[in-house]
């Protein structure tokens, strides 16, 4: 023994350019409460990870306000970020029962802590889209059972966002993460049409909106059932959402959801229905 130091390995990922604003992400809070909070409830000791907070910890913040209003106590929540001086930034803001700590999708935590809920927003998009796959398996390979890892884009102010949803990857399972759904979630009142998520689509299948992908067929249908639909606007963009979104249940595709949902603009569906083709 000489006393050297153990190498500790790099982060794994690499630096987002950081930018946020206040309630960006409030779609996708709103959508992991729904999902996650009676899980949250039950488990006093759940941690959620917010991965890639940015230049500002303003949307790791706000999560963890939601989180707390939804289980009635404060939930933990440890931010990670690539760049040490961002998280030397944000460690002003801690308090207990929020953190900020340096990591990527290796998600490092304390005694090897398994999240029940990883968000990573707007993460991958400056990645290539054969680094998906990796950085899914890394992540969903971190979470505690039952957990779930809530990825992908929205647009500067929250308006406009698309993620997927993919469980946690058990330990005698397969190394590969498997998405649930795919969840569109629009801000009804400034939507022209559906297919306005198209360039937030998360990375695996933003190249995807082509003829012959499976989601371009998806937004093809949304738009068609919303020029259909179009008598309900009288009614406001909501009941013609409404209408829409029924309609292309009714054409076949595997929703997940029902009207609660789609009164706020959102929309999610079954993987299998929407996933790259070969």
């Known amino acids: 023994m000489n006393g050297t130091p153990p190498r500790v390995a790099p982060p794994h990922g690499t630096i987002t350019r950081g930018t946020t604003h206040p309630n960006r992400l409030r779609r996708f809070d709103r959508w992991i409460v729904h999902r996650m909070g009676s899980q949250l409830?039950?488990?006093?000791?759940?941690?959620?990870?917010?991965?890639?907070?940015?230049?500002?910890?303003v949307t790791t913040l706000e999560l963890a306000?939601?989180?707390?209003?939804?289980?009635?106590?404060?939930?933990?929540?440890?931010?990670?970020?690539?760049?040490?001086?961002?998280?030397?930034?944000?460690?002003?803001?801690?308090?207990?029962?929020?953190?900020?700590?340096?990591g990527g999708f290796e998600v490092p935590l304390p005694g090897g802590t398994r999240p029940l809920v990883i968000r990573a927003a707007n993460v991958l998009r400056q990645y290539p889209e054969a680094a998906v796959a990796g950085a899914w398996a890394a992540m969903a390979g971190r979470l505690a059972p039952g957990g779930l890892l809530v990825e992908g884009t929205c647009d500067e102010l929250g308006r406009v966002a698309a993620w997927v949803a993919i469980p946690a990857i058990p330990a005698?399972?397969?190394?590969?993460?498997?998405?649930?759904?795919?969840?569109?979630?629009?801000?009804?009142?400034?939507?022209?049409?559906?297919?306005?998520?198209a360039p937030r689509l998360p990375k695996a299948l933003i190249h995807r909106n082509v003829a012959g992908e499976p989601v371009h067929d998806l937004l093809r249908a949304l738009d068609a059932a919303w020029i259909r639909s179009a008598p309900a606007g009288v009614f406001g963009a909501r009941q013609r959402w409404l209408a829409s979104v029924a309609a292309v249940r009714d054409?076949?595709?595997?929703?997940?959801?029902?009207?609660?949902?789609?009164?706020?603009?959102?929309v999610t569906v079954a993987w299998e229905a929407v996933a790259p083709s070969a």
């Open 41 to 57: 409830r039950r488990d006093p000791a759940a941690v959620v990870v917010d991965l890639g907070y940015g230049a500002s910890p």
């Open 65 to 102: 306000g939601r989180l707390a209003r939804a289980a009635g106590r404060q939930v933990g929540v440890v931010g990670l970020e690539l760049d040490p001086e961002r998280v030397a930034a944000a460690a002003a803001l801690a308090r207990p029962g929020i953190e900020f700590r340096r």
């Open 251 to 266: 054409e076949g595709w595997p929703l997940l959801d029902g009207p609660g949902r789609w009164r706020l603009g959102e």
């Open 172 to 197: 005698s399972g397969p190394s590969a993460a498997a998405p649930q759904s795919l969840t569109l979630s629009l801000d009804l009142a400034r939507m022209e049409r559906p297919s306005a998520v």
